[in-house]
């Protein structure tokens, strides 16, 4: 099979690598900065650049593009695809990827699937992505209504390949308001809580709470502004009621309530063993 990837930061880069690794499909690449991909064919994880002549002959294609950058490249490119082509993006955010992207693929005959690969790292660039990046996560999928069932099992066996656990199937807006809670709090949380001066003075007083907290903190700032932009009624939603339950613990210290403190303790971790369970 021919694979096309459209991008080769730390997720892109990542496809590649585990394409070349764990597969036998021929991969064509590309990316805005020509000296990437040239690092990509030499370290074995291309095998020819994505073209206008490649384009044509790929059989799945990864967008693994900013939102934005996601929807324009289809525009420019989409009367190249095959119509037997099966696009999918690595977007952060899906609904407005899809809302655009559903009604091209329809004029232009080929297959845009929504996905997001529930793997990454608090550094980016090829330099940092990796063939066994997917080990065991899921690979999210968005496809449109009516994709026909061999189309999405063509997918499945693919992400297996690369190392995809399973391929769970939401609606965009379902992703989108789950995402928001998972994933893009606990950026925008990291962020403001490694803002505290504190921060600064932490040496010997820190340890494995301080490193998870703020783990998520350094981040790709440009590529994380759009995707809570893109994504900010269902974020803004989680922050305010995050804050409401910030509140609650901050009331119950100032008064001195004791009770309500261990209450709000003891609600914290039975939610987290529900969590634990529920994810076996």
């Not at 696009?87 to 407005?96: F, L, N, T």
């Not at 783990?215 to 700032?221: D, E, F, P, Q, S």
């Not at 009621?241 to 403190?261: F, N, P, T």
Request: charged share 25%.
């Amino acid at each position: 099979m021919n694979v096309g990837i459209v991008g080769l930061g730390l997720i892109g880069g990542s496809l590649a690598k585990a394409l070349k690794e764990r597969t036998s499909h021929t991969v064509y690449a590309s990316d805005c900065n020509k000296s990437v991909y040239l690092r990509a064919k030499l370290e074995n994880a291309a095998d020819a650049p994505l073209d206008e002549a490649a384009l044509p002959k790929c059989d799945v294609i990864f967008l693994a593009l900013y939102p934005h950058d996601t929807i324009d490249y289809l525009k420019t490119n989409a009367a190249l695809f095959s119509k037997d082509a099966i696009v999918m993006d690595c977007c952060g955010v899906k609904k407005p990827v899809c809302d655009g992207a559903f009604p091209i693929a329809k004029a232009h005959g080929f297959t845009f699937i929504g996905a997001h690969p529930m793997a990454g790292t608090a550094a980016f660039g090829f330099e940092s992505s990796k063939g066994t990046m997917f080990h065991n996560a899921p690979m999210i999928l968005c496809p449109a209504p009516g994709t026909p069932i061999e189309t999405l099992d063509k997918v499945r066996k693919l992400c297996l390949e690369l190392g995809f656990s399973r391929t769970p199937r939401v609606s965009p807006e379902e992703h989108d308001r789950m995402i928001a809670y998972t994933s893009q709090l606990a950026h925008v949380v990291s962020s403001a809580y490694v803002r505290s001066a504190s921060s600064q003075e932490h040496r010997n007083f820190s340890a494995g709470s301080f490193r998870d907290m703020t783990r998520v903190a350094k981040l790709n700032a440009p590529m994380w502004a759009e995707l809570f932009l893109d994504n900010r009624d269902f974020l803004a939603d989680e922050i305010d009621a995050l804050c409401a339950r910030m509140k609650e613990y901050s009331a119950a210290l100032r008064s001195g309530d004791e009770a309500a403190l261990l209450r709000l303790l003891e609600e914290g971790t039975e939610a987290k063993l529900r969590a634990d369970e529920r994810d076996k």
